[in-house]
């Protein structure tokens, strides 16, 4: 069984500021893990992906995430969040390949971002 | 354009009318994957495809939901006597089998609203 909790439903930031969106999961497995945006009226984009490489994963528009299996977390951070990346943040488990890749997301963060 | 499309992207219908949802993947994708995400949650996995191959329904949410891809290309997703419990976004993915940790690209979406 697998599972994914975002800790926080809402996030609200400066422009400019550090962005952190948390994630815990559960896996009977040894996890894939995946970060995906979808704003308003698009379709989901993903972020970045961990697959057991190495443990700090670097995405796109500045986001990286780091895979901590002591806690089972893999929380998302920018350094400098910008207006365009307000939208909805999932954090979604995997199951291995062989299982068909069923994807688990979580209930979503939704990043406000202030000027 | 080469990603996932999807049709219609908006359906309104009356309670207990049939609908029928169709997806196009990514052309040499061989899995395709439909999720539901209703309002304020993450999506659900519902069913997937390899080739024309149905390796997970299980998570159908009864047995008003069926799904086909018949040549291995398009899917279409059917649902028999809407309920207004049905009203949800209704997305599909797909992935190409053995290119590492298969990727899933998201379409549109379908977004229903049963009256």
């Known amino acids: 069984a697998q599972s994914v909790t975002q800790l926080d439903s809402h996030v609200s930031v400066s422009e400019g500021t550090p962005v952190l969106l948390r994630c815990n999961y559960s896996?009977?497995?040894?996890?894939?893990l995946f970060w995906y945006v979808q704003h308003p009226n698009k379709g989901l984009q993903l972020l970045l992906k961990y697959t057991s490489a190495a443990t700090l994963v670097k995405g796109i528009n500045g986001f990286e995430a780091e895979f901590k299996k002591s806690e089972t977390s893999f929380h998302l951070t920018k350094p400098s969040a910008h207006m365009s990346d307000a939208a909805e943040y999932f954090c979604?488990?995997?199951?291995?390949?062989?299982?068909?890749?069923?994807?688990?997301f979580g209930g979503g963060t939704r990043l406000m971002v202030k000027p | 354009d080469t990603g996932v499309s999807q049709d219609p992207r908006h359906k309104i219908t009356k309670r207990g009318q049939n609908v029928t949802f169709r997806c196009d993947p990514i052309?040499?994708?061989?899995?395709l994957y439909w999720y539901r995400q209703t309002l304020g949650q993450g999506p659900e996995f519902l069913t997937y495809f390899q080739n024309e191959a149905q390796l997970e329904k299980s998570r159908l949410l009864s047995d008003r939901f069926s799904a086909e891809r018949p040549k291995g290309s398009f899917s279409t997703l059917e649902i028999q006597r809407t309920e207004q419990g049905d009203s949800a976004m209704y997305l599909c993915?797909?992935?190409?089998?053995?290119?590492?940790?298969?990727?899933?690209?998201f379409g549109p979406g379908t977004r229903l609203t049963v009256l």
């Open positions: 052309s040499e994708h061989n899995r």
């Open positions: 896996s009977s497995y040894s996890p894939s």
């Open positions: 979604v488990v995997s199951r291995p390949s062989g299982a068909g890749n069923m994807l688990t």
């Open positions: 993915a797909s992935s190409l089998v053995g290119t590492g940790d298969n990727e899933q690209f």
